[in-house]
């Protein structure tokens, strides 16, 4: 009953290096701390993406657009362990700022991620990444406030995926 | 700029038990496992729930609709330190099923956790629950698939939520 959390944003998940380089869909990321900023991401010991970040203790948290989702579909039901991914998907891969996993030119964003913890739980190991570099549209973000505009992928389901809408804006006064 | 990894889904998570019970406003919220279930929230320490949740090992991840906003926004930014907030908010109170700490009536959904693991990241605590026990409304969610029309909540930045729209639906098919 994990579905009780979604709908959750969908994010891709860069890791590996050159020729290894590898993408995977991920839905189960979070913000873990702001200072230093540090991203956990949840993945399957399965995942070939697993084996990456264990050899090479990096990765970049990519922010897919919504119109790219028939590529995110692909990098999350296609296995890296068989085919190469990025030869079945149209993303750019282009040098990150400051690990050698490459960042994703069409995405929203790139968070490059070093290493710092690792954590099996349950079925899956939380990596938890420090965010050493980022780049990002700048259209995308104003003042540190996303462009609800920009075209937000996110998951409900197995195969059902949506652009994020908003139905209503609040805008809230400290009391 | 975390932010570059918003919008986010926002949660509240319910603590401490009868008079001593506490609700805050998450958005650092994720799946970590789905066997056994697994969900981790990270929380800073200087947060009346972070010692609720260490002095009795049980939370609830509670899924406010987004008519709640002014009631999130008050678990938000008021702090159990120095009010009670179950008094300043109209959300109603009820017993959990597995655990101590009380669930909340209006939620699209309670998820009862029990403590598994507690691990400091930076400047929060990541706290990992095992699901005990849920609840939810069965209106919002058919066969394990949230129904989008039901009103979730998100976070967009310090002062700014919204009701969950969808712009674009996609159904994928596995090649």
Redesign the interface.
Known sequence: ?????????T?LIVSGRDKETNIMAA??????????????V?ISPKRHTWSLINKYKEFV?S?PR?KH??DV?ITG?KSGKNVDKKKLVSFTLVPSKSVKVPSIAEAI?N?ECKLV?A?D????T?F?GE?VA?T?DDTA?SK???N?EV??L?H??W?????????????????
Chains 1, 2 share one sequence.
């Open positions: 009953m994990y579905r009780l959390l979604y709908p959750m944003r994010f839905d189960w990321v979070t913000i873990l701390s702001s200072e230093p900023f540090l991203v956990g949840a948290v922010v919504a989702v028939n579909w039901t964003a968070l913890d954590r739980y349950g079925d899956h939380l938890v965010v980022y990002y973000f540190n406030i996303p609800l075209g937000f996110m409900n389901a195969n059902e995926f949506f652009k994020l809408g908003v139905k209503k804006l609040y805008r809230l006064k400290e009391e």
